[in-house]
C-alpha cells in the first residue's frame, strides 16, 4: 500500500468542534449528591438553567445564572432554549433524559454535536436493581402522561412489569385495571421517592390494594398472575372474536391472521382501515409493535363508538378513529404506507382514492363477501396485478344430535404492492 493510499485511510479532524452550548443533566431524588463533578460545574458555569420546579429545588445550591421553570404548555420553554444557541445552557430532568425524558424531545430540535448529556440512573434501573430483576427480561413501560390501558397487551401470565406512573393516583388505578381485566392476584410492589431521603417500598396484591397516600413520584412493579378469566392477549395474529365488542361486522378471526399476514406490517407504518366495523383489523395491526400506527374510517357513528372502546380495552387507544364515509373522509389523512378495505370497496371511487393515497411501495388488501366486491376486485387483479386468493372457512357445528362442517361465506381477497415511480405495469 502506498503513502498515499495510508494517508486515504486516515480520518479527517478539524481544531473547530463543535459547540456544545447545551448540557442535558439527568438528576436523581439524592440531588446533588449524586451529580458527578462535571455535571456540578456545568450547571455553576450555566448562564441559565431549566427545569422542573422540583429539580430547580434540588439543583438550587449550585445554581448561579437564570433559573427557568418549564412553562406549560412546554413548546414555549423549548423554543426559549433554541434562542439561547451558543450560550451555556444547562436543562436538568430526571434520572436518564433520554429514556423516556427531556433529552429525546430536544434531540428532534437540536444537533447533538451541539449538546452533551450526563444522564443518571433511571427510576426504571433502580427500580430493577432493588428488586433484584434482570432489566433485560422485564417490560418497562412509562404510563406517565399516558393512557393506563397501554399496559393492558403486556398483561402475559408470569410477566415482569416495571410502569413508571403520572402521579400518586396511578397505583391505585393500575391495581383497579387488573382486578377488572382478571389479573387480580398480581403482586404490585410500590416503589415511591427512589434514590432520595423519602424512598419507600411496598407491596400489594391488586385486589387487596389500599395504599395511601402514595407518593406522586412511583414506579409500579407488576408481577402479572392470570385467574381463569383473565383477558389475555395472546401474541398471535387472530385473537379470539368474543374479545371484540361487535354487532357481526367483524373480520372473522381466522380471515383476520390471514389478512394481518398479507398486510405485512413493518416498524412505524401506518394503517387506513376502510371500513373499521369493529376495528379489528386496525386493533391487531397496532398490537404487532408499539410503533405502529393506524387510522380507521368507519361511516356508522354508532360502529365508531364502538371502535374506540375495543381500542382501549385492547391497549391501543392512540387509534385514530375518523366518522365518515370513502372516499370524502379519506381526504386529508396522513400518508398510509398500507391500506385494507373491508367494507364500502363496492364502489370503484372508494378503490381508486385508496390507491391514489398509498405511498409507493405500499401494500394494499382488499376482502370481498359480495359479489359485487369481487367484480372490482377481479377487474383491478386484471387491470393492476397482484395476488388473489380464495379463503374459505367451515366449522364443525352439531347436526341433530352429530357434528358436521358449516362453511362460512368465502372470501376473495385482493393484495397489491404499489409500483414505485418508472415501474408501473
Known sequence: MSDADRNAMVPVTTDAAPLRWLTIIGIGEDGIEGLGNE????????????????????AAELIRGEAEAWLSPLEGSLVRIESLRGRGVVVLGSGDPFYYGIGATLSRRI???????????????LAASRLGWPLQDCTILSLHGRPIDLI????????????????????????????????????????EALGGPQETISEHYAERFSKDPVHSLNICAVEVVAASNARILTLASGLDDVLFEHDGQITKREVRALTLSALAPRKGERLWDIGGGSGSISIEWMLCD??????????????????????????????????????????????????????????????????????????????????????????????????????????????????????AMPITQWSWTKPLPGKEI
Open 39 to 58: 455535571a456540578k460545574r456545568r450547571i455553576a458555569e450555566a448562564e441559565f438553567v431549566f427545569g422542573g420546579s422540583r429539580h430547580l429545588s434540588l
Open 111 to 125: 444537533a447533538v454535536s451541539e449538546m452533551l448529556s450526563l444522564p443518571a440512573p433511571s427510576s426504571f434501573s
Open 152 to 191: 393492558r397487551p403486556h398483561l402475559q401470565p408470569g410477566n415482569r412489569i416495571l410502569a413508571l406512573t403520572s402521579d400518586e393516583k396511578g397505583p391505585v388505578e393500575l391495581a383497579s385495571l387488573l382486578v377488572e381485566a382478571g389479573f387480580q392476584q398480581s403482586r404490585i410492589t410500590v416503589l
Open 290 to 407: 408499539s410503533s405502529l400506527k393506524a387510522i380507521a374510517i368507519e361511516s356508522h357513528p354508532e360502529r365508531a363508538a364502538r371502535i374506540k372502546r375495543n381500542a382501549a380495552r385492547f391497549g391501543v387507544p392512540a387509534l385514530e378513529v375518523v366518522t365518515g364515509s370513502a372516499p370524502e373522509a379519506l381526504a386529508g389523512l396522513a400518508e398510509p404506507d398500507a391500506i385494507f378495505v373491508g367494507g364500502g370497496g363496492s364502489e370503484p371511487s372508494v378503490m381508486t382514492a385508496a390507491m391514489d393515497a398509498l405511498k409507493p411501495g405500499g401494500r394494499l388488501v382488499a376482502n370481498a363477501v359480495t359479489l359485487e366486491m369481487e367484480r372490482v376486485l377481479l377487474d383491478l387483479h386484471s387491470s393492476r396485478g397482484g395476488s388473489l386468493c380464495r379463503i374459505d372457512i367451515a366449522r364443525a357445528s352439531p347436526i341433530g344430535d352429530m357434528t358436521g362442517w358449516r362453511p
